[in-house]
């Protein structure tokens, strides 16, 4: 049941050479250009690779540089409460000290009163 003149003329089909040549050429353009983005692709991803390990790198550099250093601020927190609890007890003998000054004081002002009457 097939048209025996389609089969015939589909053999026959013309072909132009520098046509097919062109497309030929354009194909192999497309080739490499297609090529060359994609080793550029390539080498900015292994740019962008190298670039986030080094970024991880110097995360975790600062982040144990500053865990050392909260370390020797707390150290030196801690420090400087010890010596304010120091000063704190050494304030608290100055003002019963001061007491028994202020309470001699007194007696002596009463008694110079006294002595003067």
């Known amino acids: 049941m097939s048209d025996p003149q389609f089969e015939k003329d589909s053999y026959n089909i013309p072909l132009d050479l520098t046509m097919f040549h062109s497309?030929?050429?354009?194909?192999?353009?497309?080739?490499d250009d297609f090529n060359g983005t994609v080793a550029r692709l390539k080498d900015q991803m292994n740019q962008m690779s190298t670039w986030t390990a080094?970024?991880?790198?110097?995360?975790?550099?600062s982040v144990k540089q500053l865990s050392k250093?909260?370390?020797?601020?707390?150290?030196?927190?801690?420090?400087?409460?010890?010596?304010?609890?120091?000063?704190d007890?050494?304030?608290?003998?100055?003002?019963d000290l001061s007491r028994q000054i202020k309470a001699l004081d007194r007696a002596l002002g009463q008694l110079q009163q006294a002595i003067l009457k």
């Open 23 to 31: 497309l030929e050429e354009r194909a192999h353009s497309l080739s």
């Open 54 to 61: 080094d970024a991880g790198s110097v995360y975790t550099s």
């Open 69 to 87: 250093e909260i370390e020797v601020c707390t150290g030196k927190t801690v420090g400087l409460i010890t010596q304010c609890d120091e000063l």
């Open 89 to 95: 007890k050494d304030f608290a003998q100055l003002v």
